[in-house]
């Protein structure tokens, strides 16, 4: 599984942060950095979870 | 594109809403699920007419298109920026379009950030005790003007260096322009009469000649494509980040207590499980959308929904009504502190998405979390309480008296430790 934060739709909610600080780091704005493209197995769920949370649906999931 | 249905499930069709009607406040859940049902994009003569749109998925789709709804207030044009009716005041670089708002939004965004806000937290949990301290001996105080209006306040003037003594007069300013926005919106001797502006702009043009290292400095000595903005587009932003900053947070947190002692077993579910803190913060974000809607005006005539609108026409979004919306949240009008999904639009969405989040989130779960340790059986008489004139900005609290079981203070023995 790979993630990847859509930068422009990204406004900075930080909303995919709470699900995992492993897979997202914040920028000055808020706004989403991804820390690791591939997704480890055991933070899988929590990438889904991050794509399901995201109020501007900027996450995108590569299975 | 589907034609308009005849009937009422699309088409733009009139309806009587007056979001400042007295009996509104009460009525409001019921208002938006019934226009969500039967006329998601309505027209209302009110206030110059407006177009009024409800349902969650075409506020986010209007929200993020800047292109065809423009924030801009330029009060010689039609375009009359996000409030309905519109300020005497433009309210910075949250009533323009990008790539202007974008790059004014720039000089405040690095003040707020996530890393930002972790830095001034225990700055601000000292705050919460200290004022919590004032008033824990007597078993009494009131949440609304003793820690909804201050913490918010003497925290947002620290983040920009301006004197904190001085808390008290720009809360009443800007809950004032907000609480009563018919009167503030209108009355020519209410903003002559400010000293607040002048004040405003006194602070401003200290900070553009005597540049020191504090926040304001830092706002208004950024270049803004590489020249520095004026004076008056400097208190404009600086009157946003002020009103952003006093009065919406203050709602959030006014609100959540009067929730919160009303249903005692959330707020025990609460207190005994701090894991449910970021959730519940968010879900009463959605639940009460201390900022109920903002405007826009229509740049050039479109069909949006298959209802055409024309160009210069006033459209307002209702966050509220978005946050209540049954297609997007299940059982939409009760809260659930542990809700998920949960992608309220409580702080906007698209360009303009409030810059203040993470501050706003950090203040309510530091006042929450000492609130819940220190006096945790606290009590409202929602009689008492004194709400905003009108909600149709922002649903505040002007006062809201609470009793509870007195405690200790803490300010000597954290002093002690030292």
Known sequence: ?63 | MTQPETGTSTGRCPIDFDQYAPDFPERSTEIFRELQATCPVGRSERYGGFTLLTRYDDIAEAARDDVTFSSLHDPTSPFRGITIPPHQTRFGFIEMDPPDSVEHRRAVAPLLSPRAVAGMEAGMRELVDDAIDEFIEDGKTDFATEVADRIPAVTTLRVLGLPLDAWRRWVDYFHHKVSDKLESSTSTAYAANNSVIQEMTDHVRDRRENPRDDGLSQMVNTPVRGELVSIEQAVENLSLVLLGGLDTTAALLTNTALYLAENPADRERLRADRSLMTSACEEFLRFFSPVQNLARTVRHATTFKGVPLDGNERVLLSWAAANRDPSQFEDPDTVKLDRFPNRHQAFGLGVHRCAGSHLARAEWRLVFEAMLDRLPDWSIDREQAVPYKQIASDNGWHEMPMTFTPGTRVRSAREEAR
């Open chain 1, 1 to 63: 599984m790979k993630v990847f934060v859509d930068a422009e739709r990204c406004q900075g909610h930080a909303r995919c942060a709470v699900e995992s600080e492993e897979l997202f780091d914040l920028d000055v704005d808020g706004c989403a950095i991804v820390l690791q493209e591939i997704v480890p197995p055991e933070l899988e769920e929590a990438a889904l979870r991050a794509r399901t949370a995201c109020p501007e649906q900027a996450i995108v999931i590569e299975p």
